[in-house]
T-cell receptor, first 112, second 114 residues
């Protein structure tokens, strides 16, 4: 069974701290892995997408890595800001039909 | 970037009524759209895959007669929750697939059934 797991479920850090969010997946036959941000009661904003052939992607203060052999992906946020407070979801694409398997999310709170 | 519009953003209805949610791709054509459901503090669960001009493919455990999906054009898919009950209260999100298996998500619809 294809499963995506995120730990921890919630994380609180002081402003300015660097942090890492973790995502693990059970099936390494993944096409790509995507990180999303979700604000309370809102839809999803795509942050980074890593193709299966790639090791990492960067956008501004965000860096996502992908290690298929170990079934893990991380999202690194540098110099965190209160505006980064949100729930972060990772999702793996397992077939070309487009079915995404989502993790449970990590709720991040950055304290001023 | 590609924009997906979802309407309404929030709906409150009485038990037994039907509710229609629209998902539109505004600046691109999407042959495939997806419908997800999200319960509080939980992740998104795929309900069905909507293909333009053909029947939707439902995930195991999702009642197709309860959640009617129509993908009549390349820019519009609708989800109708028929005879809604309080247990159907949830956050429903659609997405549309563009190229390279990249999905763009709508803002979601909060359904509350009284």
């Amino acid at each position: 069974k294809q499963e995506v797991t995120q730990i921890p479920a919630a994380l609180s850090v002081p402003e300015g701290e660097n942090l890492v969010l973790n995502c693990s997946f059970t099936d390494s036959a993944i096409y790509n892995l995507q990180w999303f941000r979700q604000d309370p009661g809102k839809g999803l904003t795509s942050l980074l997408l890593i193709q299966s052939s790639q090791r990492e992607q960067t956008s501004g203060r965000l860096n996502a890595s992908l290690d298929k052999s170990s079934g893990r992906s991380t999202l690194y946020i540098a110099a965190s800001q209160p505006g980064d407070s949100a729930t972060y979801l990772c999702a793996g694409l397992y077939n070309q039909g487009g079915k995404l398997i989502f993790g449970q999310g990590t709720e991040l709170s950055v304290k001023p | 970037g590609a924009v997906v519009s979802q309407h309404p953003s929030r709906v409150i209805c009485k038990s037994g009524t039907s509710v229609k949610i629209e998902c539109r791709s505004l600046d691109f054509q999407a042959t495939t759209m997806f419908w997800y459901r999200q319960f509080p503090k939980q992740s998104l669960m795929l309900m069905a895959t909507s293909n333009e001009g053909s029947k939707a493919t439902y995930e195991q455990g999702v009642e197709k007669d309860k959640f009617l999906i129509n993908h009549a054009s390349l820019t519009l898919s609708t989800l109708t929750v028929t005879s809604a009950h309080p247990e159907d209260s949830s956050f429903y999100i659609c997405s549309a697939r563009l190229v390279q298996n990249i999905q763009y998500f709508g803002a979601g619809t909060r359904l509350s059934v009284l």
